[in-house]
C-alpha cells in the first residue's frame, strides 16, 4: 500500500521525503488489481514486504495536488515496475476497521523508517480501488524498494492478504466477470480474429468454470456484438472453425 | 453537500456542533444522484441552498467512525427527507481542481456559520458517488436545514449545479444506462408483470430516444431474464399483449 520509487535508496533522505506527511492528502490510499491471463491461467500481482512475511496488493497514497488516476498511474508504475497500464476505477473501500496499524508499523520498521515521523501512516485510510486486466507473459514486473518480491500469484494459491485486500481481489473479480463483454474489446487479449472455442477459454478462465458449449455460443452471438469471419483452415477443412472479430467500435447494449 | 439533520435548529449549538471538524475524516465527501422515473420522465434530485442561487447534489462527509455506506444512507435521509433509499456506489471524484472555496463560503454565510469554525470545508475534497433509481411520484423529498429547496428537475432543464456536480450527474447517467438490464429487478419501477410495450417505454425514458419495437423485443428476449405469461386481456383481445416478468433471482450473464 506504499507509493514509493524503486530508485530510491533505503537509507537516503529521499526515502522518507517520498511519504512526507506535508504531500499526500491524509486518509485516502488506492489499491490496485492487476489481473494477468494468458488465455489459460488467471492470476492477480501481489507485492511482499521486506522480512515481514506480509502481503499486499500495489497501492500508495494521493499527493495533495494529484487527481487519484495521476497518483495511480504513477504509484502502479513505480511500485511494479509496468509502463502505461490503464487501470478502471471500481470501487471504494471505507470500513473504519480496514486499518491495520501494526502491520503498516513492522512495514515502516522493517525498512528503516521512523515510525513517529510517518505515524500518518498508521492512520484510518479509505481505499479507492482499481483493476487492469493483462496477458501476464507479455510484462515482466519489478519490485520497489519497499518489497522484497512480486510476483503472479493464481486465484486459488493467493497468499493471505494484508488488511480487507482479499475482500477487494473478490470485488474486483465481479467487477471483471459483470462487465466482460463490454470489456473484451479493449484487452488485447485474444487475436484479432479468434474462434468460437478460443472466446469460450477466455470465459471460462475469467469465470473459473467450464461452460457448456452450444448454451455459450448462442448467448454470444445473442449479444451482436461479434462479426463472423472466414474459416480457419488448418489441413483439416472439414472441421475448420469460423473465426470471428468484434464489431468496432463496440456498441453499448 | 453539508450533512446535517432537517431538525436541528438553525441557531442553536447543535447546528455547528454537527459540522465539527473533529467529528469527520478531512477531504472525503460524498455526493448522490437520485434518479426519479415515473414510467415517462426522468428526473433528478437537487438542492438550492438559502439565498444563495446555488444548487447542488444531496450530499455529506464521512464520520471519523463511519464507512461510506453508513454515511451516505443517514446524509442522504437526513438531506432528502427519503427513508429507506439504497444508493449504489458508481465513481470516487478526484480533481484537484474541483473544490469551491467560495461557494462554500457563501453557504456558511448565508446560514450563519462561523467560516473559520468551518474552515476544513474550503478544503480539497475527493467525492465518493452514489446513485439511486426511484418513482418520484412516490416520495415527497423535504429539504433540510440548509436548503431553501429541493426538486425534481428534468435532465434537460437542470440548473447549473455547483463544483463538477454536472459533471457527477452524467457519469452516474452513463453508469445507470450500462448497468439497466442488471439493475432493472431491484428497482421495483415496473409491475411485477409488464407488457413489452411498459418495459420498451422505460428504457426509452432512461435513454431519452425512441427504440424500434422489433429489435427491442429481440434484444429483449436474447437476455433470457423475463419470463413469458398469459396475455393482457382489456376487451380487444384480438390485439392483447403478452405479460412477462423478471426471471428471480436473475442470473449473471
Known amino acids: 500500500m ?20 506535508e504531500d499526500y492528502l491524509p486518509h485516502i490510499a488506492f489499491d490496485s488489481v492487476i489481473f494477468g491471463f494468458n488465455g489459460k491461467d488467471l492470476k492477480i500481482l501481489v507485492l511482499e514486504y521486506q522480512n515481514t512475511g506480509l502481503f499486499a496488493l500495489p497501492g500508495g497514497f494521493l499527493g495533495r495536488n494529484e487527481s487519484l488516476e495521476e497518483a495511480v498511474a504513477n504509484g502502479v508504475k513505480q511500485r511494479t515496475g509496468i509502463n502505461n497500464l490503464y487501470l478502471e476505477q471500481f470501487h471504494t473501500f471505507s470500513n473504519p476497521g480496514r486499518a491495520n496499524p501494526e502491520a503498516m508499523k513492522q512495514i515502516l520498521e522493517m525498512n528503516g523508517m521512523n515510525i513517529k515521523a510517518h505515524d500518518w501512516l498508521l492512520d484510518r485510510f479509505i481505499s479507492v480501488a482499481y483493476y487492469a486486466l493483462i496477458n501476464f507473459e507479455e510484462v515482466d514486473p519489478v519490485p520497489d524498494a519497499l518489497a522484497d518480491s512480486i510476483d503472479w500469484y493464481s486465484l486459488d494459491k493467493l497468499p493471505p492478504l494484508m488488511m480487507d485486500h482479499r475482500k477487494i481481489v473478490q470485488k474486483a473479480l465481479d467487477t471483471l466477470r459483470d462487465n466482460l463483454d463490454r470489456k473484451l474489446l479493449g484487452m488485447n487479449l485474444l487475436p484479432e480474429k479468434f474462434t468460437m472455442k478460443e472466446l469460450q477459454n477466455f470465459y471460462e478462465g475469467i469465470y473459473g468454470e467450464p461452460l457448456k458449449r452450444t448454451a455459450f455460443q448462442r448467448r454470444m452471438l445473442a449479444t451482436n456484438t461479434l462479426e463472423r469471419h472466414e474459416k480457419r483452415y488448418d489441413g483439416g477443412a472439414h472441421k475448420a472453425p469460423y473465426l470471428y472479430s468484434f464489431k468496432a467500435p463496440l456498441k453499448k447494449k
Open 2 to 21: 506504499l507509493y514509493l520509487q524503486k530508485n530510491y535508496n533505503l537509507d537516503s533522505e529521499k526515502h522518507l521525503t517520498s511519504l512526507n506527511k
